[in-house]
């Protein structure tokens, strides 16, 4: 797998707005490999190594690659490049959250990190050939984007400050190992046992939308929600079976 971003030499201004992407031109690209466990960069006279590194990747993960990675460098390296296999977290939060959130919102609410600062920094350290600053800034958008998807991965959601509160955007490619048991249990309405906040629990299972378990607790004798990243172990039972 392959996590990417890359930088424009142009801005949309100077290109006559974001119906002319294919005119934007890359100055640098970043890539995190996960098979060598290693960050690069390629430049203009790179991208031939470039080309490889991509058609050999079984997936490539980055934020905003449909709507704006991929149409910039197929002008630069071929059409080709809009097939590759590719996981777009801005699309998954879009789908999950039914809204808009930038890479900074999510990293400073997910991770506590944030953007070394916006891409019009990193058109002027293409203009200025400051290429140590443009690595840095390309290469720090890469490991946020690896981070992100990790936690997702990891957890089930992602998280986006909204108003006071943090809210929880559920991924559609995590890899709980608990996801299928609870999507399974909501499905027929079955009962689960589980270690949830350091307490036993047999809960009937009502709702699961990837995130949020919605289901009759028999500890408290009431319903309610539990989040997927807090389970710390469970298996389906039936319903009559006691608790551990």
């Keep these: 797998m392959i996590v990417l971003d890359l930088e424009t030499k142009r801005s949309f201004d100077e290109v006559g707005g974001p119906d002319n992407k294919?005119?934007?031109?890359?100055?640098?690209?970043?890539?995190?490999?996960?098979?060598?466990?290693?960050?690069?960069?390629?430049?203009e006279e790179d991208f031939g190594s470039l080309?490889?590194?991509?058609?050999?990747?079984?997936?490539?993960?980055?934020?905003?690659?449909?709507?704006?990675?991929?149409?910039?460098?197929?002008?630069?390296?071929?059409?080709?490049?809009?097939?590759?296999p590719t996981l777009d977290l801005m699309?998954?939060?879009?789908?999950?959250?039914?809204?808009?959130?930038?890479?900074?919102?999510?990293?400073k609410a997910t991770l506590g990190m944030?953007?070394?600062?916006?891409?019009?920094?990193?058109?002027?350290?293409?203009?200025?050939?400051?290429?140590?600053?443009l690595e840095r800034y390309c290469l720090e958008d890469v490991k946020l984007t690896r981070d992100l998807y990790e936690y997702a991965r990891k957890n089930g959601h992602l998280l986006f400050n909204k108003g006071p509160r943090r809210?929880?955007?559920p991924m559609s490619f995590a890899e709980s190992p608990y996801s299928k048991l609870f999507k399974d249990a909501a499905h027929r309405r079955?009962?689960?046992?589980?270690?949830?906040?350091?307490?036993?629990?047999?809960?009937?299972?009502?709702?699961?939308?990837?995130?949020?378990?919605?289901?009759?607790?028999?500890?408290?004798?009431?319903?309610?929600?539990?989040r997927l990243d807090r389970v710390e172990e469970a298996?389906?039972?039936?319903?009559?079976?006691?608790?551990?």
């Design 22 to 43: 294919a005119q934007l031109g890359v100055s640098l690209v970043g890539t995190y490999d996960y098979e060598r466990d290693s960050f690069a960069t390629f430049r």
């Design 51 to 84: 080309e490889g590194l991509l058609k050999g990747a079984d997936k490539i993960i980055g934020f905003n690659l449909i709507g704006f990675d991929w149409p910039v460098l197929a002008a630069e390296l071929g059409e080709w490049v809009v097939d590759l």
């Design 91 to 107: 699309l998954e939060v879009q789908k999950g959250a039914k809204r808009r959130v930038s890479l900074d919102a999510l990293a």
């Design 114 to 133: 944030s953007k070394l600062g916006s891409g019009l920094d990193a058109l002027e350290y293409y203009h200025a050939g400051d290429w140590a600053k």
């Design 167 to 169: 809210a929880l955007i």
């Design 190 to 226: 079955g009962s689960v046992k589980m270690f949830y906040g350091a307490k036993e629990r047999l809960i009937d299972v009502h709702r699961f939308d990837g995130a949020y378990i919605r289901a009759y607790c028999h500890l408290r004798k009431e319903e309610l929600t539990f």
């Design 235 to 244: 298996e389906a039972v039936a319903s009559s079976e006691p608790l551990f």
